[in-house]
């Protein structure tokens, strides 16, 4: 599942990536631990020729919990996509040295979503050659950046360009904040840390107040857009272009919430494996919990999750691949392909995995709720991931908004994208293929249903769009009027896209793998299509995908399906290969000693190093000897 990172043992020989300690840290420690993480994981990568996916997943062995995160992966990308070659031969080699530390500052207190209403404004000065760089409000300064609070020296800092007395809109600008010097903040430059979050708190999400803050024309990063000496704007690329970055991050997204599913459902699927709780029969044996077919509902979807999200990775990764090496020569033909895409399957992937955690930890009983069990923590560091790189619900609109461009193109005659092709379809000549119970245990059947519903959702919002449009209503009420159903469609292509790749990359493998494993992979495929029915049941009804009585035969077929996988429910985690210091689970120790463990996480404790609280020399002595307590 992960490619097995060879290097593991020299990474965790070392006790600076040995996590058990991290509990306890203050924000400053955490903040400290993780540069100290990133600086030492480059050391080993130069003492041991590692590569550059070696790093990647190195940091990714270490769930992230390292800083720069925004350095490496968004202000050298950005870097990358919006600078001029005689840009990148400046500043690539400065960052990729970790002689200069960036992040990537768009949003701000005030906005984060609406990018065309940012407020933050580089005007250009024609006398001087520079851009002046403000924060006219106060909702105007930058807000949420990683790094940005105390680490960054430098910015890519979008904001409006004002050209005379017009606004050309945002546009990327590189900005010095800190002294290469003695890291103090420059003459204008007010920076800071917004504060502790849920998560996350090693990095240093910070603020930015620009005044008046002067930069050389040279520093807006041109690949897309140019201001001359005498202040004329040159467009040599759409700007969307410019958001080429937030597409990259998307797709990493996606492979994050993998990863963070991947844990949460080896540590429920491991613990519930050594948990004996109750017993079936009067004074039987005490049960396996994971024995329980109800444990097996809440946790086995997380499992067949992390191999959904897995084989959907590598499949956006290929399909992200071809899009930008295309945008890179200047044909941007891809961009809305890719964007559509990736905007809604960050967001499904995030929404997915967020919900599957919770499932994992409550299965986990009492423990679940413990920092030592970890699923919760590991709930916590992904929650950001249904915000960040865009609000879950904007991006389904915008993978909506790419649908109906395609459904619009579809019933015109016009060719589609290939991830739309099925919008070309006549929708009305579908028959379901489950005509008998067995027809179930088919996953290219699931898939059928799950291309009728997308499809059905897509084509019913598109023509209830036209029918308030030809009702009077203006195209924004029409939209807002229809944006639940707008996302409804989203996700319902973002779950077929799932499927499909799930159905499709089983498939492959089947021709170079051991029956045996593809008989499990089959398995687990074939539960993620059922399960995905049953939980959504009400819409794929509402397509007339299926019937009362498929759903009937679907629903009998994943329960079913539980009692298969259960038998290869220990392996199929097993088979992520994630050493126990990436799982840091007290629960989910590959040796299984799960209460061993859980004990000698209490007595690392910081509370049980004395025996005899402070707090009962200050209140409970007196209290307990009956004698009067001193004024409080
Ligand atoms: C090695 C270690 C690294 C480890 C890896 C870790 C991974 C990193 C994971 C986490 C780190 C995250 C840190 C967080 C960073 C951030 O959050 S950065 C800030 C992110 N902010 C956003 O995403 C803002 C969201 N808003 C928008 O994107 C836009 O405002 C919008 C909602 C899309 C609206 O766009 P706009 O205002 O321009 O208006 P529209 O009319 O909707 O769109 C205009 C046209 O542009 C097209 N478009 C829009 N966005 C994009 C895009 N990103 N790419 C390409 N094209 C885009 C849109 O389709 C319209 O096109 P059309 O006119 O042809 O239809
Ligand atoms: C941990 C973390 C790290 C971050 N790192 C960075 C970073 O490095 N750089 C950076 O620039 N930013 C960063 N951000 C900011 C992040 O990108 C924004 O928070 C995100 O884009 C959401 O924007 P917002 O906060 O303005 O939410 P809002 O857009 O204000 O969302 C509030 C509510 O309004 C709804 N809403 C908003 N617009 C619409 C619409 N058009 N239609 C329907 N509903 C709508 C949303 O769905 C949501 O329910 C980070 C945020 C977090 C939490």
């Not at 409006?160 to 990327?172: H, T």
């Not at 897995?310 to 890179?328: D, L, N, P, R, S």
């Amino acid at each position: 599942m992960q490619k097995t990172f060879k290097n593991e043992k020299i990474l965790f020989a070392e006790p600076l990536f040995q996590c058990d300690g991290l509990a306890g840290f203050t924000r400053s420690e955490l903040y400290e631990n993780a540069i100290h993480r990133t600086l030492r994981i480059n050391q080993l990568k130069k003492e041991h020729n590692w590569t550059q996916e070696d790093f990647d997943i190195a940091i990714r062995c270490l769930n992230y919990e390292v800083g720069f995160v925004i350095h490496l992966s968004m202000f050298i990308p950005a870097i990358e996509r919006l600078a001029t070659d005689d840009q990148k031969a400046k500043w690539l080699p400065l960052a990729e040295s970790y002689r200069i530390l960036g992040t990537y500052a768009q949003t701000e207190l005030g906005h984060g979503t609406n990018l065309m209403a940012l407020e933050t404004t580089a005007t250009f000065d024609p006398r001087t050659d520079e851009f002046v760089l403000r924060t006219p409000q106060l909702s105007s300064m930058k807000w949420w950046p990683g790094s940005l609070g105390k680490t960054a020296t430098h910015a890519i800092v979008l904001a409006q360009l004002i050209i005379g007395n017009k606004n050309y809109g945002m546009n990327p600008f590189m900005v010095q904040l800190r002294s290469l010097e003695d890291h103090m903040p420059l003459p204008g430059i007010i920076v800071g840390d917004i504060g502790a979050k849920l998560g996350a708190n090693s990095n240093d999400n910070g603020f930015l107040i620009l005044n008046d803050v002067r930069i050389p024309r040279e520093n807006m990063l041109a690949r897309n857009s140019k201001v001359t000496k005498d202040g004329r704007y040159i467009q040599t690329s759409t700007n969307k272009a410019n958001y080429a970055t937030m597409v990259l991050v998307r797709l990493s997204i996606i492979r994050w919430a993998e990863d963070t599913i991947k844990n949460g459902s080896l540590i429920a699927i491991r613990y519930s494996a050594v948990r004996r709780q109750s017993s079936l029969q009067a004074g039987g044996p005490e049960m396996q919990v994971l024995d329980y077919q109800t444990q097996q509902y809440k946790i086995f979807p997380s499992l067949a999750a992390s191999y959904a999200l897995f084989f959907t990775y590598e499949a956006m990764m290929k399909e992200y691949e071809i899009a930008y090496a295309q945008i890179m020569r200047g044909n941007n033909q891809l961009l809305g392909q890719i964007h559509g895409q990736l905007s809604g399957l960050k967001a499904f992937a995030s929404d997915l995995v967020t919900y599957e955690l919770e499932m994992c930890r409550r299965s986990c009983g009492g423990h679940g709720y413990l920092k030592a069990s970890v699923v919760g923590e590991t709930l916590l560091h992904t929650l950001p991931l249904v915000t960040v790189e865009g609000d879950n619900t904007v991006m389904y609109l915008q993978c909506a908004r790419y649908l109906l461009k395609q459904i619009a193109k579809a019933l015109a005659g016009q060719d589609v994208d290939e991830p739309t092709s099925y919008l070309k379809k006549d929708i009305l000549s579908y028959t379901c293929p489950v005509q008998k119970g067995e027809h179930c245990t088919n996953p290219n059947y699931l898939l059928k249903i799950y291309t009728q519903r997308a499809h059905s959702a897509i084509a019913s919002v598109a023509r209830q769009l036209q029918f308030d449009l030809e009702s009077g209503k203006d195209q924004s009420s029409a939209f807002n009027n229809n944006l639940v159903s707008l996302v409804q469609a989203a996700k319902a292509h973002c779950q077929l896209c799932l499927m499909k790749n799930f159905v499709e990359s089983v498939s492959a493998l089947e021709r170079t793998c051991s029956e045996n494993l593809a008989s499990v992979l089959r398995q687990l495929c074939l539960y993620f299509g059922l399960h995905g029915i049953v939980t959504a049941s009400g819409e794929f009804l509402e397509s007339e995908a299926i019937g009362l009585q498929q759903l009937e035969w679907i629903k009998a077929e994943e329960l079913k399906s539980l009692a298969a996988i259960r038998p290869n429910a220990v392996a199929l985690v097993d088979a992520f290969d994630l050493h126990d210091q990436t799982v840091m689970s007290a629960l989910g120790r590959y040796d299984g000693n799960a209460y061993q463990h859980l004990f000698e996480a209490a007595k690392r404790e910081p509370m049980n190093q004395t025996q005899v609280p402070p707090a009962y020399y200050k209140y409970l002595r007196d209290l307990i000897k009956g004698q009067p307590l001193a004024k409080l």
